[in-house]
């Protein structure tokens, strides 16, 4: 794992061009999705039939993708239904394959719709790092060997003699249509004749079927015990995605940035519903995490404060509430506000470059402050960035421009009596919760009528033993029920 920071994926591939395009534009669009880069070279592309290797010291940073394909340069819409995308490693021409891939008929892949062909992307030392197949039984494999010379090792191997666990697509494909993943690192794959080679496949209308909820439990690190956070994973059933992996990057040089001199941990967390850390030392983190299979992935920013006796600057929550017109609504609630110097709310296009798209000073302001901030739409991506008193800034997490969220303010949290929740969401009906230990048992239940926007109301919490604790939120009939974690001290 020494060069490997982060979680990469075969993101999207074209096996079956267009007549206008020709074998040629076939591609396979690589992703790392974090949280730290990733060496990539001298890793293995295969189908099975032949190989390509990636050239050595290829380094692939955090949100950067890499494609592969027959040609240099691939005109729309042959990789991507807008804009002309020029390849990162052409295996025709690179001197890196098993042997010579055709440039007529099938090409690397195998065309047609039935063909049940593999996709697996391997490791120098022939690891399996991710593999996608369109049906079981995947086809029949050959033996290769693998081109090799002074800075990567050759290696011989059949995919017939691995045991790998596929991704399974589960349709056939049509002459121009890519198999891309529902949204960047999803476990779901759309066949989708809007190609989009080499830039996020997060289209509108498409959802995961996996939602996390990010909740840090003790935020302050105090007596040397650390901080803790827990990740909630909802999903239909736990054994489609437990034991989730994880990997916490911690930015050790203390310089915003999570490169190769950083520290990295990597876990594995087999006790659903939920992902809990703790002892983390003061410093900030940033943490990616993925269901059984590598995908599903999710990333958050957090950091661990220094243990003082005033309640911390917290971001309750951040969310698009509103899109009309052009316009972008956001609302956001900061705890603590009298703490801040300046909050920014950044905007970029690539997830790489933010820049201010408005700025705020809450001079004057104190306790727990709503915020709400309509700016002309444009970007694809947003997140707030506070600027604390003491010159040090923190980072929301990254939403798009689809995200649009239910959220809910706990307070104080840990409770010790009572638990005040604050709901935004839209709503005005009668909302019924209840409340479930760490092992999933009823413990309490209750219900109270929400209003239009944003409603309030406390729940009595000093019968409970000190502990962990799931609020489930229910708005109504035939809506999805929302989970928050808090603690009873």
Known sequence: MAQSYGRVVINEYMPWTLNGCGATAEFVELMNFGPGPVNIGCYILTDGDYS???????????????????????????????????????????????????????GFFTDGGNGSEQVVLLDPFLNV??????????????????????????????LDDFSIDYEVLGMSTGRGNSFARRLDGDCGWVKDPQQSGKTTNNTPGETSSVSYGFTIVQSMDCNGSGGSIDVYV????????????????????????????????????????????????????RLTVSSSKGCFLKTFNFSILKCTGVLPTQLAN????????????????????????????????????FSPAATFNPQGLTGTKQFTQTIAAGARLYRLRLIHKNGKSTLSGIITNQSKAFTALLWPNPAHKELHVQLTGGFNEPVK????????????????????????FTIPVQKLPPGMYQLFINKGAGTKMESFRFVRN
Request: net charge negative; aromatic share 10%; hydrophobic share 35%.
């Open 318 to 353: 951040f969310n698009l509430s509103t899109t009309i017109n052009n316009t972008h609504t956001f609302q956001w609630t900061i705890a603590g506000v009298e703490e801040i110097d300046q909050i920014i709310l950044e905007e970029s296009r690539d997830g790489k470059t």
């Open 433 to 456: 919760y209840t409340i479930c230990n760490s092992v999933g048992s009823l413990v309490a239940q209750g219900h109270f009528q929400a209003n239009e926007g944003t409603s309030s």
């Open 52 to 106: 390509v290797t990636i050239p050595a010291n290829t380094i692939l940073q955090p949100g950067e993708f890499y494609l592969i394909a027959g040609q240099d340069v691939i005109v729309a819409p042959c990789a991507n239904i807008s804009r002309t995308v020029y390849a990162d490693l052409n295996w025709n021409a690179c001197n890196c394959t098993s042997a010579p891939i055709p440039t007529t008929g099938d």
């Open 234 to 285: 909802n999903v239909g059933s736990n054994t489609e995605v437990f034991p989730m992996n994880y990997t916490i990057a911690f930015d050790s040089n203390n310089d915003g940035l999570f490169d190769f001199t950083d520290t990295y941990t990597f876990g594995v967390d087999n006790t659903p519903p939920s992902i809990s850390i703790m002892g983390l030392p003061l410093g900030s983190y």
């Open 129 to 158: 790092v991710d593999a996608v197949v369109r049906n079981l039984p995947a086809e029949p494999s050959a033996t290769i060997t693998t081109y090799g010379n002074s800075n990567c090792a050759s290696q011989v191997f059949d």
